[in-house]
Structure formats: structure tokens, C-alpha cells
């Protein structure tokens, strides 16, 4: 359920995608809030200024609270953002522990706007090979923890 207070948040967050245009990047941002629903961390779409594809402003804010939070106040932020999240972005949040995302914009709906936004090819992908060959550093890392 999305609160009154949920939506103030993410108006800031659509008030950094605003930003995030004005400075000539493109129009995504995102701000990681408390259980107070204080803002702690806020970030914007960087792409084209650092000439970094992974400069999302929710991968930035899931690599800020993985490094700069514990595991038990990260479950309890929320990530407020204009667009929902992509699947880098996506990836990333699950592996900083965010308890929540709260986003504006749909996938969908943003696709509706630019419809390359949707259009990710798939990667040609084989294996597995070498499994044997692969699994010796594998297994020795998790055998010395
Ligand atoms: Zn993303």
C-alpha cells in the first residue's frame, strides 16, 4: 500500500529525475529513505556525465547502503524512485538488502514514452563448460570460510 508519505518521498525522487535532466543526464532519480521516512542517500542518473551504463541512481543507492548501512538498518530503508527499477538495478537492490521500493513510473509505462527502454536484446549465452575445471577455485574459497 502506497501512503500519503510514500508519495511525498517519491516526489522528490521525480524532482531529482527532473534535475537529473536539467544537468543533462537522462530523467531518473532516487533516494533511499529510514523507518522515519528520513531521506538518508539521493542520487540521480549519471550515465552520459560519467560515461558509466551502470549509473543508475538505484544501484548507486543499493551500493551506498550495502557499504555504508548494517544488514539490519538496510531491511529497514525504503528506495523511493521515479521509474522502476531495471534489472541491473534490480540485481543490485536485492543484494544490498532494501527492505522496499517504492517507484512511480512502471516499466511499461515508461516503454510507452521511449519505447527503446524496453527493447533489450538477450545475450547469447552457452555453458555451462569446464564445470571441473571451474569448480576447484570454487570450492576452495568456500571451503576456507
Ligand atoms: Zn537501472
Avoid at 41 to 65: C, G, S, Y
Avoid at 81 to 86: D, G, H, N
Avoid at 88 to 117: F, H, K, W
Amino acid at each position: 500500500m502506497i501512503t500519503e508519505a510514500d508519495e511525498a518521498l517519491l516526489r522528490r525522487a521525480i524532482a531529482l529525475a527532473a534535475h537529473a535532466v536539467a544537468l543533462g543526464d537522462a530523467p531518473y532519480g532516487s533516494l533511499l529513505a529510514g523507518p522515519d521516512g528520513e531521506v538518508l542517500a539521493e542520487a540521480h542518473n549519471t550515465v552520459r556525465r560519467d560515461d558509466d551504463i551502470t549509473a543508475h541512481p538505484e544501484l548507486k543507492l543499493a551500493r551506498w547502503a550495502a557499504r555504508e548501512l548494517t544488514p539490519d538498518t538496510a531491511a529497514r530503508t525504503t528506495m523511493y524512485t521515479s521509474c522502476q527499477p531495471c534489472g541491473m538495478c534490480e540485481g543490485g537492490i536485492l543484494r544490498s538488502g532494501i527492505g522496499r521500493v517504492v517507484y512511480a513510473l512502471a516499466t511499461e509505462q515508461l516503454v510507452e514514452l521511449n519505447p527503446d527502454s524496453g527493447a533489450w536484446p538477450t545475450v547469447p549465452t552457452d555453458g555451462p563448460a569446464l564445470p571441473e575445471e571451474a569448480r576447484a577455485p570454487v570450492a576452495a574459497y568456500y571451503r576456507r570460510t
